[in-house]
T-cell receptor, first 114, second 116 residues
Framework: AQSVTQPDIHITVSEGASLELRCNYS??????LFWYVQSPGQGLQLLLK??????LVQGIKGFEAEFKRSQSSFNLRKPSVHWSDAAEYFCAVGGGTGRRALTFGSGTRLQVQP | GAGVSQSPSNKVTEKGKDVELRCDPISGHTALYWYRQSLGQGLEFLIYFQGNSAPDKSGLPSDRFSAERTGGSVSTLTIQRTQQEDSAVYLCASSSGGAASLYEQYFGPGTRLTVT
């Protein structure tokens, strides 16, 4: 069964600092990988996705993520964090011949200090 | 264009009552999903509809939960005889189908259900 691990429950960064959120997955084949962001009281917004090809993918709001097959990782990065980036971030994996649904990590809550 | 919409945004109900939650997917999306988000369990898959195929109900936690999708568009999730453990945010998502894009899911704002 596929699984997703986000090892950091809570991260605090200063505004303007760089950010990296970690995501590791367990999956038998090449997965489809996603990052979503959720602001308080809101649904999930798709930040970026990886299907195949270039392992560095760009998303909305200045985010990027890199797929590293050898490390089973799909870490999310942003060079300079803005106060409005404070939210919860979810990594998700899908694909294969099993259930046609996404499997989500437990999320990382990002706090941005002024 | 319009995104996924859900109603109501909040629902408070008494234990033992039935509730219906509605989802209106993005126009043209053939796949529709229901997930549940709760503090203890994170984001859990409940049920999946794709076109005219039989739904995948493998994530429904009990037979008190059911869902239907009428005309390949709007979906209703019904919880009968609600229990306090059903309190959660219920999220609906849709996608355009196809091999990879099936998993590119767009979420609605959710319905927060509180069972008292």
């Amino acid at each position: 069964a596929q699984s997703v691990t986000q090892p950091d429950i809570h991260i605090t960064v200063s505004e303007g600092a760089s950010l990296e959120l970690r995501c590791n997955y367990s999956y038998g084949a090449t997965p489809y990988l996603f990052w979503y962001v959720q602001s308080p009281g809101q649904g999930l917004q798709l930040l970026l996705k990886y299907f195949s090809g270039d392992t560095l993918v760009q998303g909305i709001k200045g985010f990027e993520a890199e797929f590293k097959r050898s490390q089973s990782s799909f870490n999310l990065r942003k060079p300079s964090v803005h106060w409005s980036d404070a939210a919860e971030y979810f990594c998700a994996v899908g694909g294969g011949t099993g259930r046609r649904a996404l499997t989500f990590g437990s999320g990382t809550r990002l706090q941005v200090q002024p | 264009g319009a995104g996924v919409s859900q109603s109501p945004s909040n629902k408070v109900t008494e234990k033992g009552k039935d509730v219906e939650l509605r989802c209106d997917p993005i126009s043209g999306h053939t796949a529709l999903y229901w997930y549940r988000q709760s503090l203890g369990q994170g984001l859990e898959f409940l049920i999946y509809f794709q076109g005219n195929s039989a739904p995948d109900k493998s994530g429904l936690p009990s037979d008190r939960f059911s869902a239907e999708r009428t005309g390949g568009s709007v979906s209703t999730l019904t919880i009968q005889r609600t229990q306090q453990e059903d309190s959660a945010v219920y999220l609906c998502a849709s996608s355009s189908g196809g091999a990879a894009s099936l998993y590119e899911q767009y979420f609605g704002p959710g319905t927060r259900l509180t069972v008292t």
